[in-house]
């Protein structure tokens, strides 16, 4: 089962702020919500992660609601090169477990 | 740093052949992951090597291996090619291993073909 649920599409116009939704109601608590995001043709990019606090750096922010049980990553000024599919993927960094990619948020930013 | 860097970024094989893809990760970096990706079934995970032992499997036929050396650059081989392996296969490196941290770097992938 899918540990997270993203809308499959989502447009933004360019200079705004693109905010993307991430639920993950099962999450537990050793648990991290990490993004990627993969532009046409290109391998995937390590965005930002966070484990309950927001968390900020130069490409995004990461919003994490206090029951942890869903997330929003920002990017505050879109770009035409910010069109791209971004994944929400919940994963503990304890055992041995992988990155499992979900189908994402096909993001368009329209100029 | 260089990035990951994927050889060959394109291949095209008949059904039946063989093929091996190699992945060359960052300095440094000793675990190494591979990832088909199809349009139907989208990012999948094939395996995980760090420090030369597989570290993690997917759910994928005993046609598809691999193997990761002493450098820390890593081969995969697909036997028996099918019609439906056809994909594009991403390499990710990281500095530990997938069970310990999410950040990865991919390369560019490499695109195969069978027909």
């Known amino acids: 089962d899918a540990k997270t649920t993203q809308p499959p599409s989502m447009d933004c116009a360019e200079g705004r702020a693109a905010n993307l939704p991430c639920n993950h109601s099962t999450i537990s608590g050793n648990e991290y919500v990490y993004w990627y995001r993969q532009i046409h043709s290109q391998g995937p990019q390590y965005i930002i992660h966070?484990?309950?606090n927001n968390e900020t750096n130069e490409m995004a922010s990461l919003i994490i609601t206090e029951d942890r049980k869903s997330s929003t990553l920002i990017l505050p000024h879109a770009t035409l090169r910010d069109t791209a599919v971004y994944y929400c993927i919940v994963k503990s960094n304890f055992g041995n477990e992988k990155l499992t990619f979900g189908t994402g948020t096909r993001l368009t930013i329209i100029p | 740093k260089a990035g990951v860097t994927q050889t060959p970024r394109y291949l095209i094989k008949t059904r039946g052949q063989q093929v091996t893809l190699s992945c060359s990760p960052i300095s440094g970096h000793r675990s190494v992951s591979w990832y088909q990706q199809t349009p139907g079934q989208g990012l999948q995970f094939l395996f995980e090597y760090f420090s030369e032992t597989q570290r993690n499997k997917g759910n994928f036929p005993g046609r598809f291996s691999g193997r990761q050396f002493s450098n820390s650059r890593s081969e995969m081989n697909v036997s028996t090619l099918e019609l439906g392996d056809s994909a594009l296969y991403l390499c990710a490196s990281s500095l530990l291993a997938s069970g310990a941290a999410g950040e990865q770097f991919f390369g560019p992938g490499t695109r195969l073909t069978v027909l």
């Open positions: 966070g484990l309950k």
